[in-house]
């Protein structure tokens, strides 16, 4: 594994290979990662993510530098909902390829949807994993938050910063709502907008209804509102204050712990989820399974007692 | 099955509950769906998904009060990124039952998150089908189309209208790519507003380039790029026929049953997979899956390398 050796000394080439393997599911990558996996568990994973409009591509953006500043060795993930019809990265990943460029601490990579959703997710964990065993000392994982899919792929950070901005249509407050849950640092990007007052406000009281005295009283974190203009740098230096105070709460709470054994326990899972589908397909066949199929379409069965068939016949002799 | 004999009545209280039940995920819908499953496969499933913003809800709406006037029955499933964090519908929704409310002919349903992403599309798929046996000949699917997972759901109806407005910003634009691909129908809304005929104008371009002459030549459905204002409802008539005839498209070109095998080929394979991860976590026992957590937290194993342990485990037999 000569990628692998490479990939441990943060050589950018290699890399830039093994993540585009993941993106094209090789079956080699699982070997590559199964070498990685003992250098991993080190990078504080920061998810960033907000509805469209908000500016959390330009917030990623100085919240790296800022990293940077500090020392921090920076990977960055972006998900991107373009796909191949279009084929390329959003407009603000080049902006900001042009503001890192040249930086060897710092490392970009977007990942857009090739097959399916769960196939995005997937190869996004892979990534911050690759980055992790690279040495990267934190990285950040941007996703368009509006979608639930966004949502979960953002759920994997150790630190989850959800982006707003004011003066957002109605339907993209309500999407607020499955945000405000998974959100530890709340950021009013655009705070220079009329609004900002309004929309701080209004997530105050929403986390005010969501955190309770019984919260309270056991001394759980409670999610910071925080204003910025990303564009020119204010309050970035804040964001980057409260993320390293969520880390050190989740250090100090045992929270970091028990992130890491939700997130092994999940990719368990899920690979055991597909080694078994693997297994079953092989086992009763692809014609067989394309009957059960034909006699769902014609009414003839439905789908439950087709998958009580199925399961029957692979499971028969275990 | 009392409830299911009230159901294909098209009771609404019957309707109500079972779709209660789907969304508790109670075991015993199994058992009504089952049941339900040959009274499927009648209505047009018409998915309605959009960007935040496009007044997407209002259309639906029209949409509905025009096919009643056609003497459809309709069923409506909104599926609703808010969460128990909130608890609430969205506002959009409430102005729709106000407007739609006391026809027996209309019946509207939101879905919220209330678990997991795949939860929610398999709940979404299911009302559908209950709406379907219940006899209602149209079932709208509203989504907001900016997650993948939206864009999912709003992948198994029949035909998928996109909705777009002018005017939204660059964020929301570069969304657009991936609901492009799924759109049989594309539709400027608030197409009164300025910067209507640009968004037009873009998207033609945009469908120029992915429909090719090889399209062409085989005679592909090309989606048509209508303008409506949904809140007085200008354009909407078009919309119906467009619909009408992307309906008729699909059963004189065969793809009406394609669609349909397609649909319960993912069926077939989600449940398959869901039996076969009960199977293996009962016979494998929760505390060795917890022994497996423990040691690729503690970096002693891998994933990869537990997913091969457990499934000699468990199909050592088989």
Redesign the interface.
């Known amino acids: 594994m000569e990628l692998v050796s490479r990939v441990l000394t943060g050589d950018r080439r290699a890399l830039a290979r093994l993540i585009s393997q993941i993106e094209d599911e090789e079956p080699s990558v ?2 590559a ?2 070498a990685l ?2 250098h ?2 080190r990078a504080h994973i920061v998810g960033i993510t907000g ?3 908000t500016g959390k591509s330009t917030l990623v953006n100085e919240l790296a530098k800022g990293f940077r500043r500090q020392g921090e060795t920076v990977g960055i993930v972006a998900v991107d ?6 084929g390329g990265a ?3 990943d080049r902006v900001r390829m042009r503001d890192l460029a040249g930086d060897p601490g710092v490392f970009i990579r977007s990942m857009a ?1 090739r097959g ?2 769960g196939g ?1 997710a997937r190869a996004t964990g892979d990534v911050v994993r690759v980055l992790d065993a690279a040495g990267f000392s934190v990285v950040l994982v941007e996703t ?1 938050g ?5 949502v ?1 792929i953002a759920r994997t950070a150790h630190t989850t910063v959800v982006v707003e901005a004011p003066g ?5 407050q ?2 607020k ?2 945000l ?2 998974i959100a530890d640092i709340l950021v009013v990007n655009k705070a220079d907008r009329p609004g900002a007052a309004q929309t701080v406000r209004a997530l105050e009281v ?1 986390l005010e209804l ?1 955190w309770n005295s019984a919260a309270k009283s056991q001394g759980r974190w409670r999610p910071p509102v925080l204003q910025t203009v990303a564009v020119d740098g204010t309050g970035v230096g804040a964001v980057l204050e409260a993320i390293a105070a969520h880390r050190a709460y989740l250090q100090s709470s045992g929270l970091w ?1 028990h992130r ?2 939700e997130r ?2 999940a ?3 899920e ?3 597909r ?3 693997a ?2 397909r092989s ?1 009763v066949g692809e014609e067989e ?1 394309e009957r ?3 006699r ?2 014609r ?1 003839e069965a ?7 068939a ?2 029957g016949r ?5």
């Open positions: 699982q070997e990662l199964s996996h003992p991993t568990g509805a469209p409009g909902p373009t796909s191949p019809f279009t959003l407009l603000g949807t399916s959703l995005l368009v509006v979608g639930q899919a966004e979960d957002l249509g109605d339907d993209v309500a999407l709502a499955g405000m849950e929403a969501g712990d890491e054994r092994a326990r990719d368990l899972m690979a055991l989820e080694g078994l589908m297994w079953a086992r399974l059960w199929v034909e769902i379409v009414r439905d789908v439950y007692s087709a998958v009580q199925l399961l692979c499971l028969g002799a275990a």
